[in-house]
């Protein structure tokens, strides 16, 4: 992971000024504990800012309820993580170690003091996510995924995890060894998602894993927002940063995984400030907690079904399966495209188990030393066969086209020519797939032949369609799907669309050009116009403008 925290260890330990404190015990009420008694349990809400004034505080393995790690946390140290600034749960139980007295501030509170001091606010971000890289480096969490190696609902888990950085450990169902013979017994040696001994997810689903972390709708505090931002991919997260900076209510609704397409990519290498490159995952992650910083909060993985205007001028968005309503004032489409599929029989039933859209650590640990095939000729394809050439036996690109020159940057193509790992395979296709229970091998055509080729691992990545279905037809599209605004709208902004308070930004906004950066400038820059429509509307109901602009 690049990752947006501290080494842990090599970090300076440095207390809280006194007055930092002070400010904290005005908000905050002080507790006793006794030695052995608990502070939080796995999936407790982190609704308290946790300080320690004397005593100790251990972190607990919840499975054999001996101490995690050797460190533990003294008088001017506090406890807590990430995913206190989006509500989140405890992962990891918290145990006095000895009598222990501590201040204890409700999240809203603190989260305010740390708005109104920086210093305070950097202190205790910069510890919470030198943490939460300590947690990834060590691969250690209660978090335990059991099966992933054969089961499809398991892997869609640890792709949520992966890709919202949460840490986990997976054990494979057919082999374990170690703590993952412990681990199978307690699932029942079928695939299994587990937090801790005896708290086994009977339904393990992205969904079912998040509502345990806090990150779904149901810990949301209010479902009436300044701005609902729909997507969470670089041009949603970064307007989330930027309503946030600019006092703007928002809540960004996200479908699978911050970071969307970016965050399938292991290396962008062409946004402006990382020139030895940065994972797409990285990136919204930090954009995340920056945004989490300023008070924006994310809810995930849920999908906006529809979208209404109501006749006080507001939007309200329905949410898939439990008919959640969220309303705003002004609504953020961002989101984006989605994978297309090929028209192959068996297809879907072997997505997850070999046939792939996006090519991450993940996929590529299913696939290492075994050969696999890449389809696309454009630069995600190009990119993930320079990703998984690093793992796989050997990586064949499979391109419909005579010639990569029209699709592919020139650096990337160069590159993929130049590595003895990789084979380009021009005007051929993939016509056929084969295997059971998972993919064992494709047919390939080329030039009216046929040949069949042993396959690790299928990549598909031949572009993508706008996910504009749930405007249900309140915005005007263009013929493929894309959302218009500006002047060809007939709106008053650039990002507007043809209904005034619902803008559009990256790769879903027809004319876009679809990379990561002008998706990030577009979701910055529209903030300025959602702020002014926002405030418009605060005033026509009588209150004041959100926060404080600073033009
Ligand atoms: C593998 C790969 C590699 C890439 N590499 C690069 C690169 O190196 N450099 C570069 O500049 N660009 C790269 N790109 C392109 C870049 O990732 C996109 O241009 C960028 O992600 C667009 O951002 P976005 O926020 O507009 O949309 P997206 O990234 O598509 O994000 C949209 C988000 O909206 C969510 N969503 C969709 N519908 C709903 C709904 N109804 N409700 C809730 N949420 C919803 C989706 O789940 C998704 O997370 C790459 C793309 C891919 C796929």
Redesign the pocket.
């Given at each position: 992971m690049e990752s947006i925290g501290a080494d842990l260890e090599e970090m300076k330990r440095q207390p809280l000024e006194r007055e930092e404190v002070d400010a904290i015990a005005a908000i905050a009420e002080l507790r006793d504990y006794a030695a052995g008694e608990t502070v939080a349990e796995v999936g407790d809400p982190m609704d308290r800012f946790v300080y320690v004034l004397t005593g100790e505080i251990e972190l607990v393995d919840p499975y054999t309820q001996q101490r995690m790690i050797e460190s533990s946390l003294g008088p001017t140290q506090f406890a807590g993580e990430l995913a206190f600034l989006n509500a989140g749960a405890h992962t990891v139980p918290l145990r006095a170690a000895r009598p222990t007295r501590t201040l204890e501030a409700p999240r809203a509170a603190m989260l305010e003091l740390m708005a109104r001091r920086p210093r305070l606010a950097d202190h205790v971000i910069g510890v919470f996510a030198a943490r939460r890289r300590q947690l990834f480096e060590d691969h250690r969490s209660s978090i335990k995924l059991i099966g992933a190696d054969r089961d499809a609902r398991i892997q869609a888990v640890g792709r949520f995890l992966d890709r919202n950085r949460i840490p986990y450990e997976s054990f494979d169902l057919d082999d374990p060894e170690g703590e993952g013979i412990h681990l199978c017994q307690l699932a029942d040696h079928a695939p299994a998602v587990i937090f801790a001994e005896g708290m086994i997810l009977d339904d393990p689903t992205p969904r079912a894993v998040a509502r345990l972390l806090g990150l779904d709708l149901n810990v949301c505090e209010r479902a009436e927002v300044d701005l609902l931002i729909?997507?969470?991919?670089?041009?949603?997260v970064a307007a989330a940063v930027y309503a946030g900076a600019e006092g703007l209510d928002a809540l960004v609704?996200?479908?699978?995984?911050i970071?969307?397409?970016?965050g399938?990519?292991s290396r962008?290498?062409?946004?402006m400030g990382f020139p030895t490159g940065i994972s797409?995952a990285d990136l919204a992650f930090r954009g995340q907690v920056q945004a989490m910083k300023f008070g924006t909060r994310f809810v995930m993985p849920?999908?906006?079904a529809a979208v209404a205007r109501t006749e006080d001028e507001r939007f309200c968005a329905r949410l898939e399966e439990d008919d959640e309503e969220i309303c705003a004032p002004a609504v953020l489409v961002?989101?984006?495209?989605q994978y297309r599929r090929l028209p192959l029989p068996r297809l879907r039933a072997l997505e997850g188990k070999g046939v792939y859209y996006?090519a991450t650590e993940m996929e590529a640990r299913f696939c290492a030393g075994q050969p696999v095939l890449v389809v696309g000729g454009g630069?995600?394809a190009g990119?993930?066969a320079m990703f998984l050439a690093r793992h796989a036996d050997c990586v064949k690109l499979i391109v419909r086209e005579e010639a990569l020159a029209e699709t592919m940057s020139s650096y990337l193509r160069e590159r993929l020519e130049a590595d003895p790992a990789i084979e380009i395979h021009l005007a051929s296709e993939v016509s056929a797939l084969h295997g059971e229970r998972r993919l064992e091998a494709v047919t390939v055509r080329h030039e009216g032949d046929e040949r069949r080729e042993p396959c690790g691992g299928l990549f598909i990545?031949i572009g993508a369609a706008p996910?504009t279905g749930?405007l249900s037809g309140l915005v005007d599209l263009d013929a493929e799907g894309f959302v218009i605004t500006g002047e060809e709208a007939g709106a008053g902004s650039a990002y507007e669309t043809s209904c005034p308070g619902v803008y559009a930004?990256?790769?879903?906004r027809a004319g876009s050009v679809?990379?990561?950066?002008s998706?990030v400038g577009e979701g910055s820059v529209v903030v300025s116009a959602i702020w002014r429509h926002v405030a418009r509307c605060h005033e026509r109901r009588g209150e004041a403008p959100p926060g404080q602009r600073e033009d």
């Open positions: 729909v997507g969470g991919g670089p041009a949603g609704v996200e479908d699978s995984a970071g969307g397409q970016a399938s990519s962008i290498e062409n946004y797409g849920r999908r906006v961002a989101t984006g495209v996006a630069n995600s990119q993930a990545m996910n749930w930004v990256g790769d879903v679809k990379r990561v950066a998706a």
